[in-house]
């Protein structure tokens, strides 16, 4: 690949920070490793509205160190991420905690070495939290990278390659954040802004952005119907922890792809649709007397202090209804 000089763009872009970059964002306004790496996690897949009015504060409260979390038990952790989904991003916070003790190691060598941070969340808290010139490549900084070098497809180790070859290293703090600006509010999914972005001079996709990357077919997300069952015995519901991959150290209710319904003590409290990335659950919410089988019940408070998945709060919400 060619070196060719950006000098403009990246004069560009630090006007432009200077101007409109989101410079009050909290985690920019602080030097401490571990409250950037907890932003860079929460941001991977949440948006910066969500994770600002919902989730970073909070979870700060609740563990404001990164030891606090080292020492903490996982069942408050995902406690605390509670809502904010993608469940393995919690456990490996909490297990790289454990690992480094709570203290990050200040490479991005080093820290890519750790649970859960890949090579562009070691360079952004590298960059970000020590100095380290080494450009990102997260998914708004990839559109960016196709649309700029009009690309239509391109092997991660082709986009890498392009991120160094755009990347401003004397000015790397800058040029990182801005990436990540102009890639949430400008050069975004459906309607890129060129006319104000400051890559527009030497971008060449501005003149049909859409049309990279090339657009994969839509996969329709396959349903799963289950039966939500849930145990009772004196005002007290049964949940076991979760072991699967997706939801591994939350609480829930049974579920099971078929059960015989026809039982004269089963009630049907209703039905409820969840949609998770790779599926939707279609679940029919059934309550049931208890059943030696179960050990753990529990009752509404108590429930309320545990760490729940999106679609148990919804079997959770049926019950209450029916409750009251
Ligand atoms: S000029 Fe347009 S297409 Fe190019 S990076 Fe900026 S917003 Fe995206």
């Not at 991420?81 to 490996?92: Q, S, V």
């Not at 160094?164 to 290293?169: A, T």
């Not at 039905?271 to 279609?282: C, E, G, M, S, W």
Request: hydrophobic share 35%; net charge positive.
């Amino acid at each position: 690949m060619k070196k060719k000089s950006y000098k403009t763009i990246h004069q560009n872009i630090l006007t432009w920070y200077k101007q409109h970059g989101r410079v009050t964002l909290p985690w920019r306004n602080t030097t401490s490793a571990y409250e950037i790496y907890l932003s860079e996690i929460m941001l991977q897949q949440t948006q910066v509205k969500t994770v600002l009015e919902r989730f970073y504060f909070p979870f700060l409260k609740r563990f404001p160190t990164f030891k606090d979390v080292a020492s903490a038990p996982i069942d408050d952790v995902l406690k605390a991420w509670e809502g904010l989904g993608y469940y393995t991003r919690a456990r490996n916070l909490h297990k790289t905690a454990q690992v480094t003790q709570g203290i990050l190691p200040s490479s991005a060598e080093k820290l890519e070495e750790l649970s859960g941070i890949g090579k562009s969340t070691a360079h952004a808290v590298a960059c970000f939290a020590f100095n380290e010139a080494l450009p990102i490549l997260d998914a708004n900084v990839k559109r960016i990278l196709y649309r700029f070098f009009s690309l239509k497809k391109c092997t991660t180790k082709e986009l890498w390659a392009y991120a160094y070859k755009l990347f401003d290293k004397d000015n790397a703090y800058i040029y990182n954040q801005t990436m990540m600006d102009i890639g949430s509010i400008i050069c975004t999914h459906k309607n890129p802004n060129c006319t104000v972005c400051p890559f527009e001079s030497g971008c060449q996709g501005k003149s049909n952005p859409l049309l990279y990357p090339e657009k994969k077919a839509k996969k329709t997300k396959p349903t799963r119907k289950h039966y939500m069952v849930i145990y009772h015995q004196n005002k007290k519901y049964a949940l076991r922890q979760n072991e699967s991959k997706l939801l591994g150290g939350l609480w829930g209710f049974e579920q099971h792809e078929t059960f015989d319904i026809t039982s004269k003590n089963i009630t049907q409290l209703g039905v409820f649709t969840h949609h998770y990335t790779h599926f939707r659950l279609d679940a029919n919410v059934l309550l049931i007397p208890k059943e030696s089988v179960h050990k753990s019940y529990f009752t509404l408070d108590e429930i309320e202090e545990l760490a729940l998945s999106g679609a148990d709060r919804k079997a959770l919400s049926i019950l209450k209804t029916y409750l009251r």
